[in-house]
């Protein structure tokens, strides 16, 4: 008879340590999304505990044989049939299983930032000018369904599950629908892009169900999608183009027809200046060829532009006649200098060639025609 009763344990340590465990649970950081237990061999009758918030998922081989809910769970073969598939080991008399656990997180993650790492090239679909754009926000999701999730990750070979590697992954997974998203909701807006540059709630409520949708796959819910900015970088060539298009639509707007007569009667204003009437004719055909700057001389525009051009062409309205004495202005039909009292002396022309007589010739100084013969 033995002096010393052997531990029917005892085979199950070697060197002090033992194979298996006796309690699984989620030892990991709070915030992870995944945490894979670090040891495969268990006890059949060890204890599962798994928080709220939380799944524990059993994978043996890359196939999926149990997911467990919040709860405290005793691993027998009698309560989880399942466990009797994957015992491999008799040990100490202590039956044994061999497998993976991992826990996901199934509460609401941390916040995760996105932004465009390359701008999304659009036409703005009012000035149809190229630009581009870039955007920025965060979301936060929820997984509702661990196995989907874990196995997406694990088919994807996602950097072995670290909590970046999770975050990098669906962060390049999401960019690329936004982008496109945000490119469609441009094309099919109708908007000047600087517009709907100011419009980023309205833009990420209609881009929530669309991305949520593409999170379904993955066994996750998008619990938020914001977006905080989206610009025009400075660098970009047609950027003032744009802000000076917006602008001048803003202010026409806001102040509806009395801004087009003010604008209107600013531009006639500097062209009256231009004493060449052939040049206010260009300046005026150049500005009906420019579409919506044209617009603007319709009704009293159009009128105060006619008029000058009138004004312009007819220089016996405002010229007069010049005192070759004083060099005072008068009116056409004065006798008399109206600032010195000189007599108004009226230039004369040959009838024949044109030339301009000298006051008392007798012959034409151009062709020898004489003056009044």
Not at 108 to 113: A, G, H, V, Y
Not at 115 to 143: E, H, N, W, Y
Not at 155 to 160: A, M, R
Not at 310 to 337: E, L, R, V, Y
Request: with cysteine.
């Amino acid at each position: 008879m033995s002096l010393f009763k052997k531990n029917q344990n005892e085979s199950a340590f070697t060197g002090g340590k033992k194979h298996f465990l006796d309690v699984i649970k989620n030892s990991g950081n709070g915030n992870l999304l995944v945490y894979q237990c670090p040891e495969e061999d268990f006890n059949t009758g060890s204890t599962l505990i798994v928080q709220e918030g939380e799944q524990a998922i059993f994978l043996k081989d890359g196939i999926t044989q149990n997911v467990f809910d919040a709860g405290r769970h005793v691993l027998s073969t009698d309560n989880y049939p399942f466990l009797s598939r994957i015992v491999n080991a008799f040990s100490g008399g202590i039956s044994t299983f061999n497998c993976k656990v991992y826990f996901v997180r199934t509460a609401s993650s941390m916040e995760i930032l996105w932004g465009t790492a390359s701008p999304i090239q659009v036409r703005d679909p009012v000035q149809m000018i190229m630009t581009s754009l870039r955007a920025r926000g965060s979301l936060k999701i929820s997984v509702c369904n661990g196995q989907t999730f874990l196995s997406k990750l694990l088919g994807n070979n996602v950097n072995f599950l670290t909590q970046d590697g999770i975050v990098l992954f669906f962060r390049n997974e999401m960019m690329a629908h936004i982008k496109s998203q945000i490119a469609k909701y441009i094309k099919e807006s109708g908007e000047e892009i600087l517009g709907i540059c100011s419009q980023q709630e309205e833009l990420s409520l209609k881009l929530k169900p669309k991305i949520d949708k593409v999170l379904e796959e993955y066994g996750v819910k998008l619990l938020k999608f914001s977006i905080s900015a989206i610009d025009i970088p400075e660098n970009d060539p047609n950027r003032q183009k744009l802000e000076t298009a917006y602008s001048t639509k803003r202010e026409s707007q806001i102040y509806g027809d009395e801004y087009q007569k003010f604008v209107a009667r600013e531009v006639v204003t500097n062209l009256s200046k231009n004493d060449n009437a052939a040049g206010i004719a260009v300046m005026g055909a150049g500005m009906n060829a420019a579409g919506g700057v044209g617009n603007m001389f319709a009704g009293a525009g159009k009128e105060l532009f006619n008029n000058t051009l009138i004004n312009s062409t007819s220089p016996n309205i405002s010229s007069g006649i010049k005192c070759i004495k004083c060099g005072a202005i008068n009116k056409t039909d004065a006798k008399f200098c109206s600032d010195c009292g000189s007599p108004i002396e009226k230039k004369c022309f040959c009838t024949k060639c044109g030339t301009e007589l000298t006051s008392g010739a007798k012959f034409c100084s151009g062709c020898g025609t004489k003056i009044g013969g």
